[in-house]
């Protein structure tokens, strides 16, 4: 669904919503959906008097959907539903052949409110039932009826009075003009950039056509576009459509015909058209196009750029939460004002005010600038100008109220209506003199400066609180700060090891601080810790933070230096986490760094990773358990239906990670590959088991939900299943077919026990018959939290029981594992620009931070039996043991000023921002981190 923002529902305001949930008629502030709903209610309403015994019109169907229990449309072809039909309450009916299935009829009262769902049969409806909707399999729409009693009768199809039709055909003709209005409206919410061809196949009216007047016409051959939006005396081009003698239509912005357009080639939109239609030959669909231009082109797809819609859509969000954050922040900031004297000599000018307040010229005197004051406060101002010169009052416009003829020191009070006040002064003393002071005396001259307001200071700051003492209570109160680090970090010996300290910081302010440590066996640089170790040890390494001098923060961490293992080791490792993981990089480094140090690793996992987006080609021994844009419910929650097939004779291993590689079952319902484990026979095919998960919406199985599993034993139990496009819109990897002899339930998340419902780790490691790990490697901590969380943030303690859940289930089933937790990369720091996409991140730095300490905190305390975490939980810091500049990939950039067009500047973040680069060293780095931890591990 297409997101959209700041949206308006039941008279509030919501964010986000679905354009087909809550896109809102400016005109009369009901949602498109509920205005649609009504307009088809009172269209079928209007033939209540004129219907035969069946009284489901077949002319008058939404295509291509379904009824849910809750009254809400699924997509799926096979299926039509119909509109409301109004019906009596407390009256029996029969409802025969619609062929509904897994779907649903559903009774309305007369605000269209789900009163009951229900399937074929008799039944008595409720007292205030006004309508119902049904849903029909296309197949059964020549044997469907719906009629008064209590049993089925003949069927006979349906019938209306022609006279008693024609009465309302003006009626119905404008609502349904009404409705094709509001949902060309919805779909113009989508507001996506599309690609060269306009015209969208997937959106078509199969079976219709219009004529040369824009009238709609049945005929099986032809399909019928959408109003395709354009732009008005501008040559558009409609090549490969085969309209033949059907027609092609500009449409004013109403949805008024205005002519008929070429049937095709080059065709010229009139002055007012905002809309075309084409009626196209369904056997050339897909070679169809309607562009812009003036000749024949090679064939382009429709094509929307609906991902980067969605990934700016994310930006904003995070933009806002920053935006309000910074107020929040802005309002905790101490408030400037001005001091005891409100004159500033900076802004006097030549000349000395008259009785009418206006100024006259000389150089012997200096008038002030406007001075902002409160009315009805009692000021005094000293020493002033003598003579026929005056003190003057002005309103909030700066207009003249009243003056008062100066004394050397003059106390008034102001009037109620003062807003400002001006005064002169000699020019020989005014710089060292002139004071104007609430107050009705003169007190010492003080210079003109600002002062901090003392009602809006951190509680604790009051009269006598000294300087250094206001400094540190700032620190503390307004601008926090703290390195968030686990007490011990591991480094590899004779190798670069950095620490990117400034990473670390936690702070609601982007600042700098000064920063040192006790044992420099790693130097300090500008932001981070760097050096080569030459030989193994272990020491405290005291690390310090500063500010304008004063101490922030002082750390005690164990710093374990590691060397290479005396003799040859084999690891067996478990990995989990999301995309960042699920790119498989940092996987091969840590491996290939093992390799060199005499330690052999054995993956475990279903999910293979071999191409992926970084370009480079990894080694196809790289297994683990992955979820792309997850977060840590992929292990602790079901997370929906998923069935486990035993395959035979694949040639081509299909893709794991995301997007996956896509099946269609028996029953065409679509699949997405989420792990296998397959044996090459002696012919080189592939047998074993696959596992499917992500079913698509569909009646039979379920709505498609992550918690919905009801349905899905209509799974066929044998068969094959047929290769289809993946969720990026490609074919991806992957036998055409692959056939199956049984399919066995599980669930989308991999550890979760289908029998027994629950987290079951060890159903996992029987069922596929691996070895329990030596270590597991749990990386997690972006997706787990939203921009500027704090510890105590919904998001972050729902992540630190997560997180406990996991750790204490595996290690109370196989207490001998060890766990390896990654604290993960937050983002690219840097804001920078390429073309219109700014790709900023660090508001994720506050949070994920967040997130750290808390784990932190955690699993350096003890277990529920009493005994520490840390004798099976190692903490790594991922967030400050890559690079947040360089870790992305560079950028050639060059300046957004025109005068410097020439000049280009490497800078970072060449992907996303969030995502690594293999190439450019990002995920290589993290495997670093990783290296000696695991060596740690196996030497203990």
């Known amino acids: 669904m297409v997101k959209m923002h700041k949206l ?10 679905t354009i087909y949930d809550a896109v809102v008629n400016p005109k009369t502030r009901k949602s498109l959906t509920s205005e649609l709903s009504e307009i088809d209610a009172r269209i079928s309403g209007k033939k209540e008097y ?15 959907y379904y009824l849910w229990q809750d009254g809400s449309l699924k997509q799926l072809s096979s299926y039509c539903v119909t509109v409301y039909i109004s019906i009596e309450g407390n009256t029996q009916y029969h409802i025969s052949k619609t062929g509904v299935g897994g779907a649903y009829h559903v009774i309305f009262d007369d605000n269209l409110k789900v009163l009951t769902a229900i399937k074929d049969g008799t039944v008595i409806t409720p007292e205030n039932a006004a309508y119902i909707r049904l849903s029909i ?4 729409l020549g044997a469907a009826q719906m009629e008064l009693g209590d049993v089925a009768t003949s069927y006979e199809p349906f019938t209306d009075n022609y006279d008693n039709e024609q009465k309302f055909v003006r009626l119905e003709t404008q609502m349904a003009a009404d409705k094709t209005e509001l949902e060309t409206q919805m779909a113009d919410k989508k507001s996506v950039s599309l690609g060269k061809n306009l015209f969208n196949k997937l959106t078509v009216k199969n079976g219709y056509y219009i004529d040369a007047s824009g009238n709609l016409k049945t005929n099986s051959t032809l399909s019928l576009s959408h109003y395709i939006k354009v732009n008005p005396n501008t040559s558009y081009y409609i090549q490969n459509t085969n309209t033949g003698g059907a027609s092609n239509v500009w449409f004013d912005k109403e949805f008024n015909a205005i002519e008929e357009a070429a049937k095709s080639g080059v065709t010229t939109s009139p002055s007012n058209a905002a809309y075309i239609r084409l009626s196209i030959s369904t056997a050339v669909i897909d070679n169809a196009m309607f562009f812009e231009g003036g000749t024949a082109t090679p064939y382009e797809s429709y094509t929307e750029n609906y991902d980067n819609e969605q990934r700016f859509a994310k930006q904003e969000k995070e933009i806002n939460n920053t935006n309000a954050t910074l107020d929040t922040l802005q309002s905790q900031m101490p408030k400037v004002v001005v001091g005891k004297n409100l004159f500033d ?3 006097a000018g030549n000349g000395f005010l008259r009785q009418n307040g206006t100024i006259a010229n000389s150089t012997t005197y200096v008038t002030s600038d406007y001075i902002a004051v409160e009315g009805e406060r009692m000021i005094t101002a000293h020493p002033l100008a003598l003579g026929p010169i005056y003190f003057s009052q002005y309103d909030s416009d700066k207009t003249f109220i009243t003056s008062t003829q100066n004394k050397q020191t003059l106390t008034i009070t102001l009037e109620s209506n003062t807003a400002y006040v001006r005064a002169t002064f000699l020019a020989s003393n005014y710089k060292t003199e002139g004071q104007i002071e609430y107050g009705s005396t003169a007190t010492e001259y003080e210079p003109f400066h600002y002062v901090i307001s003392e009602e809006s200071l951190p509680e604790g700051i009051g009269s006598g609180t000294t300087q250094d003492e206001v400094k540190q209570i700032i620190n503390e109160e307004v601008f926090p700060a703290k390195l968030v680090l686990p007490s011990s970090l591991y480094f590899k010996a004779n190798r670069q090891n950095n620490l990117y300290y400034k990473q670390a910081i936690k702070c609601s302010c982007h600042d700098n601080f000064d920063f040192s440590v006790s044992n420099a066996t790693l130097k300090v640089f500008d932001r981070q810790l760097s050096g080569v170790p030459v030989a193994a040890s272990v020491f405290n390494n005291k690390l310090t933070l500063r500010k304008f001098g004063k101490l922030l923060q002082e750390l005690q961490i164990k710093f374990n230096i590691l060397a290479n293992p005396s003799s040859h080791k084999t690891v067996k490792i478990l990995d989990s986490g999301d995309s960042i993981s699920d ?8 491996k290939n760094l093992l390799e060199e140090d005499n330690v052999t690793v054995e993956y475990i996992g279903t999910m293979i990773n071999r191409t992926k987006t970084t370009g480079s080609s990894y080694a196809e021994d790289i297994w683990g358990e992955v979820q792309s844009g997850g977060n840590m419910s992929f292990i602790t929650e079901p997370k929906g239906a998923a069935k486990i097939l035993t395959v035979s004779g694949i040639t081509e291993l299909p893709v794991t990670g995301y997007p996956g590689t896509s099946y269609l079952d028996g029953n065409s319902i679509s699949w997405v590959v989420r792990g296998f484990r397959l044996t090459a026979g002696s012919d080189g095919k592939y047998s074993g088991k696959l596992k499917l998960g992500k079913f698509s919406s569909d009646p039979n199985y379920g709505d498609g939900t992550e918690d919905d599993t009801s349905g899905t034993g209509n799974f066929p139990s044998g068969g094959t299943i047929t290769k289809t496009q993946s969720a990026n819109g490609n074919t991806l990897a992957g036998d055409a077919t692959i056939t199956y002899t049984s399919a066995d339930d599980a669930r989308y998340n991999p550890f979760w026990n289908p029998s027994t419902d629950e987290l079951d780790f060890k159903y996992y490691f029987d069922y596929w018959g691996f070895d329990a790990p030596d270590i597991f490697i749990l990386q997690w901590g972006y997706n787990e939290v939203k921009s500027y ?4 943030s919904e998001s972050v303690q729902t992540a630190r029981l997560r997180a406990k859940q996991i750790i204490d289930k595996f290690h109370n089933q196989y207490p001998d594992t060890k766990f390896v937790f990654g604290l993960e990369v937050y983002g690219a720091e840097l804001m920078t620009f390429s073309g219109a996409s700014n790709n900023n991140n660090s508001p994720k730095k506050y949070s994920v ?9 955690l699993f350096e305390g003890n277990d529920d039996t009493g005994n520490p975490y840390s004798d099976y939980v190692t903490l790594v810091p991922v967030y400050a043991m890559m690079d947040n500049i360089y870790g992305y990939g560079s950028l050639s950039e060059k300046s957004l000023c025109d005068l410097y067009g020439a000049t280009t500047t490497v800078l970072q973040n060449g992907r996303d921002g969030v995502h690594p680069s293999y190439d450019s060293g990002g995920l290589r780095e993290i495997g670093r981190a990783y290296e000696p931890v695991v060596l740690a591990i196996i030497n203990l």
């Not at 931070?849 to 905190?857: C, H």
């Open 50 to 64: 004129s219907v035969g015994k069946n009284i489901i019109n077949p002319s008058n169907l939404t295509d291509g």
């Open 8 to 17: 308006t529902k039941g008279g509030q305001t919501i964010y986000p919503a």
């Open 345 to 347: 000599p900076d802004k």
């Open 789 to 792: 969380e704090d510890v105590n």
């Open 137 to 140: 399999s296309k197949s059964q």
């Open 583 to 590: 790119l498989g990089g940092w996987q091969v480094e840590l």
């Open 849 to 857: 931070l967040s997130f750290a300490e808390e784990i932190i905190s």
